[in-house]
């Protein structure tokens, strides 16, 4: 079994089903609402683990209801919460976020989230020098970011590094990180005025764009290629990209090929759209491996 660490956010979400987005101004009426675990980093958290990782997880959450509930939803998944702390007088993180025309609208209050600090993750650097892949993502602190890519850098430890609230990113973490996975605003914002293809080949095997309905790009050292995505009925995008990311870490700690792990990390997303709510609809193992035997056959 691998080992993958992750560090990140840990929220409720708070999930409104519309028709439609409301406009500045308007007023609209709801199918539905609901409670569920989320957060970047806890999403990628349960999706490893559901995918066959022993995972650690390096959080925050307040001690309020919210926490309690993220910790317990967390430890059901397999997840070790050794490293998730409480802070006293914080509320926990929150996702307001809208499902409407096939696609989600999300507003992140951080919360505890904020106090991801360096410290805190220095609690844990003998499970990130373990580890067979670290995952990060950015709701937390920039620095927090950086000293986890600095750390793992310098132990030679892989770390995935998924720019996801986007924001710009030093020259120097984009060097030190074995894979960066944006999708394409991300990009922009990252390498805004530049050519998607030159900014690939410069970091061919490392630069990962995710595309949605048209798949997964990368530059190999030779060429771009594209590994196409699985067409399926679209009920929840939510959660899809963390999907993506864990399953990729899962599939190359397992050692598979970078067009195999990305083939892989398709499949995982490409279920967990098909059910509802970020972490509710993330695949287990078999469900995986039989759909990809499925598309092969």
């Known amino acids: 079994m691998v080992k993958i660490a992750v560090v990140g956010s840990a929220s409720m979400d708070l999930v409104v089903t519309s028709p439609k987005r409301p406009k500045a101004g308007e007023t609209i009426i709801g199918h539905s609402f609901s409670t569920v675990p989320g957060g970047k980093g806890a999403n990628q958290a349960v999706a490893a683990a559901r995918l066959g990782a022993e995972v650690s997880f390096i959080s925050c959450v307040g001690d309020d209801d919210y926490g309690k ?10 997840v070790s919460t050794t490293y998730v702390e409480t802070a006293a007088n914080v509320h926990s993180g929150t996702a307001h976020i809208i499902l409407a025309e096939e696609d989600n609208s999300i507003i992140v209050v951080k919360g505890a989230n904020d ?21 990060i993502q950015q709701e937390i602190p920039e620095e927090t970011v950086e000293y986890v890519v600095e750390f793992c850098s310098k132990n030679h430890v892989d770390v995935l590094l998924n720019p996801a609230p986007a924001r710009k990113l030093r020259s120097e973490v ?13 990009f922009e914002l990252l390498f805004g005025g530049q050519r998607k293809s030159d900014v690939l080949k410069q970091y061919a095997n490392k630069l990962i764009v995710t595309e949605g309905k048209n798949g997964v790009r990368f530059h190999n050292g030779l060429e771009e290629v594209v590994i196409p995505c699985y067409k399926v009925e679209v009920i929840d995008t939510t959660g899809a990209g963390d999907t993506f990311n864990a399953a990729f ?15 892989f990390a398709n499949c995982a997303a490409s279920i967990s759209i098909t059910k509802f709510g970020a972490q509710g609809g ?3 193992r078999d469900e995986v491996d039989r759909k990809m035997k499925e598309m092969r056959s």
């Open 69 to 78: 509930r993220i910790k317990e939803n967390l430890q059901e998944n397999g």
């Open 282 to 284: 993330m695949p287990i």
């Open 249 to 263: 870490a899962v599939a190359k700690a397992e050692g598979k090929s970078l067009v195999e792990s990305l083939q």
């Open 115 to 135: 106090l991801i600090t360096p410290e805190l993750v220095k609690k844990a650097e003998e499970v990130l020098k373990q580890a067979d892949l670290v995952l």
């Open 174 to 186: 984009i060097s030190e990180v074995s894979y960066l996975t944006p999708n394409e605003s991300e």
